[in-house]
C-alpha cells in the first residue's frame, strides 16, 4: 500500500501487516475435498492463518467464508470482501471489521475481488478459483 494514497484504507497496515487469504469455506463444501485431497480442514487453516497474523495486522479475507463462528477465531483486523458462497453482508457485520460487497479498489491500479475480474487496466487480486 503506497501511504496517503487512499486514506480510507491507510489504517490496514499502520500497525502490522496486511494478509489475504480466499475460500477457507470453513465446515463446508466436503466435495472440495475430491479434487483437494490435502485441503486442510477448518480447524487447520484457522491455527495456519492465526499462525502468521498477529492481533496487529490486517487480514483481508477474499470471500467464501463458511462457517462464521470460524471465522470469530481468526485474528487481526479483519476484512471481508463477499464470495458468491456468502449470505448478506449483515451476517458478517459483527465478526468482520469492514465488509464489502463487491470488488474494493485499494490503490490506483489495484482492485481486490472474490471472483476474477476481466479487466487490463488494472491489477486483479481474487480468489474463487481454487487454483494454487
Sequence with gaps: MI???????DHWHKQGTVW??????????EDLH???????????????????VGRKDTLILL???????????????KILIKGNHDLGLSNYEDVFDEVYGGPLMIGEKIILSHEPLDIG?????HGHTHCI
Design 34 to 52: 475430491v479434487p483437494f485431497p490435502n485441503r486442510p480442514s477448518a480447524e487447520e487453516q484457522i491455527k495456519l492463518i492465526n499462525s502468521k
Design 63 to 77: 470471500g467464501d467464508v463458511g462457517d462464521i463462528e470460524c471465522a470469530r477465531k481468526l485474528r487481526g483486523y
Design 3 to 9: 501511504e496517503g494514497l487512499y486514506k480510507c484504507f
Design 121 to 125: 487496466w488494472a491489477f486483479n487480486i
Design 20 to 29: 489475504l487469504y480466499s475460500d477457507t469455506h470453513f465446515n463446508e463444501d
